[in-house]
């Protein structure tokens, strides 16, 4: 996919993503290394996992996870840019998953702040299971103290629970208002 003709605050991430789902890959990710423009999957460095990613034209991707030693975290990670929501009232987020068990993931806007980050977490919770599944949430902007209108830089996080064995990430758009 070579084309870039999305417009919007969310534009780098909804691009970013349709490359993904343009992909038809199988391999092993190291953590930390960008699989897809802006992509990332975040692990503690004291987790022993190994993570087998798969993504065919159409889905975003499915992940197979195996560990004896999970670490305190592990994300998936989003590079959203300078992300402007100055001129923005909602932020959105709408994913379609599936699990062979289920799985409860949080979503949170991460902003770049002198000194370190922000998370500003969605207020409900993607609940994955055996049957696919489609979650939306929002973020009233003018209600949250937690986002600054301007960062130097954002990420869409997606926290999964470190023990996570597999995941089917369908789909997954944002979107401003």
Not at 79 to 95: A, K, T
Not at 137 to 155: F, G, N, V
Request: contains cysteine.
């Amino acid at each position: 996919m070579e084309h870039n003709v999305d417009f919007g605050a969310e534009a780098q991430a909804n691009h970013a993503l349709a490359v993904l789902r343009a992909l038809d890959v199988e391999a092993a990710v190291v953590p930390d290394e960008r699989f897809a423009p802006g992509v990332f999957l975040s692990v503690d460095p004291t987790s022993d996992t190994k993570i087998k990613l798969t993504s065919r034209p159409g889905e975003l991707m499915t992940l197979g996870l195996t560990t004896t030693r999970p670490g305190q975290w592990l994300s998936l990670n989003i590079v959203l840019g300078e992300f402007d929501q100055s001129h923005r009232d909602i932020l959105g987020l709408v994913c379609k998953t599936q699990a062979e068990d289920t799985v409860t993931l949080r979503a949170c806007l991460r902003s770049g702040v002198e000194g370190g980050f922000v998370d500003a977490f969605f207020g409900k919770r993607v609940v994955s299971y055996h049957s696919t599944s489609t979650h939306a949430d929002l973020i009233k902007l003018e209600e949250r103290d937690d986002i600054p209108p301007q960062a130097s830089w954002r990420e869409l996080v997606l926290f999964f629970p470190p023990d996570l064995r597999q995941l089917q990430l369908i789909d997954l758009r944002l979107f401003g208002v």
